[in-house]
């Protein structure tokens, strides 16, 4: 069987990017780095979050010679113009302290109206082969900011996001119903027959 | 003499403004919120600078009669798409806490790379008269966000900022230097004419 590399380090991530990828490519094994011997995994110092997934993507081609996925993500928030943005994970300073971001993001927006308080998230998925073939691709989850924490499901700043149509969280949708209207399930959708033309053809 | 209110509560902005503006207005008496009776101010709820400024100088205009000048200012950082911006004074959630403000910026910008740590300082002022005229406009002071705090003088973010062809902050320029180059600066000589004009008028 064909095999991918998830080239991510974020265990919640990996959870979610592999439920959601492995039942649309039946006939491939998908890995995680934790599959593979350690490397040098690049900083996200990219603008962009097709950048950056890209330069995670072609550094576990690199290292590795598998195919690999790799994918970066975040909250855009329309008062932030956009940010925290692929700065989303530091937005505290802290890297992947989700309590310390969520608790800033609420801080900063506190005078922000309801009507102005708009945003998505975005993911960013890039796929890369030992050929040096490249595809990029991103998907939005449009919805709000609110004004408190709530929800114990997904991670990031789910808690603090109703996604368009819903008065739950993100943290508060099942599983299913998260993955059915993600930027993170739409992005997988989209790259994963790609992914299966691709290696098919490789086979 | 004719009189003008310089509506900011912020004790180290009314000192820069009051010591650039009195020059300018020879024969204008410059007040301060100390010296009229105390009124509800708003909050700094608009998306822009000169929508801050005008409405700090129109709720001074309608609690003392008296023609003011508003102004709001920030620092928009090109890697943040703009941000602090609006939110410049409570970027770290805390009100005017200019060492975590600073602190928080710089953890955001860690990874960004010299080359795009391009910023500016804007400065908003809006003048309002009683009799429902006003004037907005704003300046702006380009330059970089440097890696560390330097300097004991200016405020706010003056201490991580270093004008374009300058090796030193703003924090560590005289104040003489500080004011011929600053955002603050340019939009009050810009509007001191106005206000001369308008209140010669009105003698």
């Known amino acids: ?20 990828l492995v039942p649309l490519l ?5 890995l995680g780095l934790d599959d593979v011997a350690a490397y040098d995994e690049p900083a996200e110092s990219e603008p962009t979050f097709e950048g950056n997934a890209l330069l ?19 909250l855009c928030v329309d008062a932030l113009n956009g940010m925290p943005g692929v700065l989303s994970a530091r937005w505290s300073g802290s890297d992947k302290d989700d309590a310390e971001n969520n608790r800033l993001l609420l801080a900063q927006l506190r005078d922000v109206p309801d009507e102005r308080r708009g945003a998505h998230f975005t993911c960013a998925v ?41 008065t739950r969280t993100a943290a508060e949708l099942s599983i299913a119903e998260k993955d059915a209207i993600s930027h993170r399930g ?15 053809r490789g086979r």
Chains 1, 2 share one sequence.
């Open 1 to 20: 069987m064909s095999r991918i590399l998830l080239a991510t380090r974020n265990a919640k991530k990996l959870e979610e990017l592999s439920r959601i």
């Open 26 to 30: 039946p006939e491939i094994v998908v």
């Open 56 to 74: 995670k993507s072609r550094a576990a081609v690199r290292a590795t010679g598998l195919p690999a996925l790799g994918d970066d993500s975040g």
């Open 126 to 166: 890039a796929f890369c082969l030992p050929t040096g073939e490249e595809q990029a691709l991103s998907a939005e989850m449009p919805g709000t900011v609110i004004r408190e924490q709530r929800g114990t499901g997904g991670f990031g700043y789910d808690v603090v996001f109703a996604p368009r149509g819903e």
């Open 186 to 200: 739409k992005a997988l959708r989209a790259v994963a027959p790609l992914v299966a033309a691709a290696l098919g």
